[in-house]
């Protein structure tokens, strides 16, 4: 039972362009989203999170927008830069509880420069 | 650099061996999680740790198991390898649950 979805696994963007990566979650009870980004060889970093109170967050290049309705997801990054090329993973978790993440399994983002 | 350290960065080992991985929490850091990430997996989550108890448990094999100790570092313990288990192992941790977890480099474990 996977509950949280990333589709596509793979996605190639011009550079300066916008890459939009998405994810879908089917558990109702998820009130807290993370983004991550890992490189070859590397351990996942974290990237940018989002409150279910919330419907957007922004940092810098990367922002996250969150429809609950949808059980939807997606992070933006505008403009893309060739240093973005890796694997994005969303997570979320119940912050009541036992606070388990629960990781998709990743879209790897290629910016082409 | 995240922070956490983990150690073997590769591990080769034969079936029904066990082996231990250890991780090295960001320093202030009290919640230590494991996960394995099979190829092309996502992250599985295995257990979670906090300040030396227990706190949460996720697909965690019988054959695993994992402790947090006094000075805060974690081992994971896995024994009976079986082939299946070849995998990427990671080692997170936040300063509390609920937080953005940070992640070691992980150890890759081969089972011959």
């Known amino acids: 039972d996977q509950q949280v979805k990333q589709n596509s696994p793979s996605l190639s963007v011009q550079e300066g362009r916008i890459s939009i990566l998405n994810c879908d979650y089917t558990?109702?009870?998820?009130?807290?989203f993370l983004w991550y980004k890992k490189y070859p060889a590397e351990g996942p970093t974290f990237l940018i999170s989002?409150?279910?109170?919330?419907d957007k967050n922004e940092d810098g290049r990367f922002t996250v927008f969150l429809n609950k309705s949808a059980k939807h997801l997606s992070l933006h990054i505008v403009p893309s830069q060739p240093g973005d090329s890796a694997v994005y993973f969303c997570?979320?978790?119940?912050?009541?509880?036992?606070?388990?993440?629960?990781f998709g399994t990743g879209t790897r983002l290629k910016v082409l420069a | 650099d995240s922070g956490v350290t983990q150690t073997p960065k590769h591990l080769i080992t034969a079936t029904g061996q066990r082996v231990t991985l250890r991780c090295s929490p960001r320093?202030?850091?009290?919640?230590v999680y494991w996960y394995q990430q099979s190829l092309d997996q996502g992250l599985q989550f295995l257990i979670q740790?906090?300040?030396?108890?227990?706190?949460a448990k996720g697909n965690i094999l019988e054959r695993f198991s994992a402790q947090q100790f006094p000075d805060l570092h974690s081992e994971l313990n896995l024994s009976s390898l079986e082939l299946g288990d070849s995998a990427l192992y990671f080692c997170?941790?936040?300063?509390?649950?609920?937080?953005?977890?940070?992640f070691g480099d992980g150890t890759r474990l081969s089972i011959l």
């Open positions: 997170a941790s936040s300063v509390q649950s609920g937080q953005p977890q940070h």
């Open positions: 558990n109702s009870m998820f009130d807290y």
């Open positions: 989002i409150s279910s109170i919330k």
């Open positions: 997570a979320a978790c119940t912050t009541s509880g036992t606070y388990k993440y629960i």
């Open positions: 320093s202030g850091d009290l919640s």
């Open positions: 740790y906090y300040n030396g108890e227990e706190r």
